[in-house]
Nanobody
């Protein structure tokens, strides 16, 4: 069974930082791109960032470019999303996603975690 377990969400003030973690099990980690998709209240889901399975190449949405950094630790089967200079617009549920083929802003990821809530207060 594939599981993507997110952690690290919480409440932070605007301008602050937070790091989300996603630990994967049930997949061959090196074969999968891992990403983050977020959904803000009343808004559509948005592909935020992802990291390639083998090259560690990265993608960032324009809305987070320069503020968020995605990294992966193959030894721990874990991907991290380091979020800096947070604004209230970053408030959302953040889902960890995984797929062998999907990339970038696509929402067609095969596997989804349950999500972790990030709330940025003004």
């Amino acid at each position: 069974e594939v599981q993507l377990a997110e952690s690290g969400g919480g409440l932070v003030q605007a301008g602050g930082s937070l790091t989300l973690s996603c630990t994967a099990s049930g997949i061959t980690f090196v074969d999968y791109a891992i990403g983050w998709v977020r959904q803000a209240p009343g808004k559509e889901r948005e592909g935020v960032s992802c990291i390639h399975s083998t090259t560690d190449g990265t993608y960032y949405a324009d809305s987070v470019e320069g503020r968020f950094t995605i990294t992966r630790d193959h030894a721990k089967n874990t991907v991290y999303l380091h979020m800096n200079s947070l604004t209230p617009d970053d408030t959302a549920v953040y889902f960890c996603v995984a797929d062998e083929m999907v990339w970038g802003s696509s929402l067609l990821w095969d596997y989804w975690g349950k999500g972790t809530l990030v709330t940025v207060s003004s």
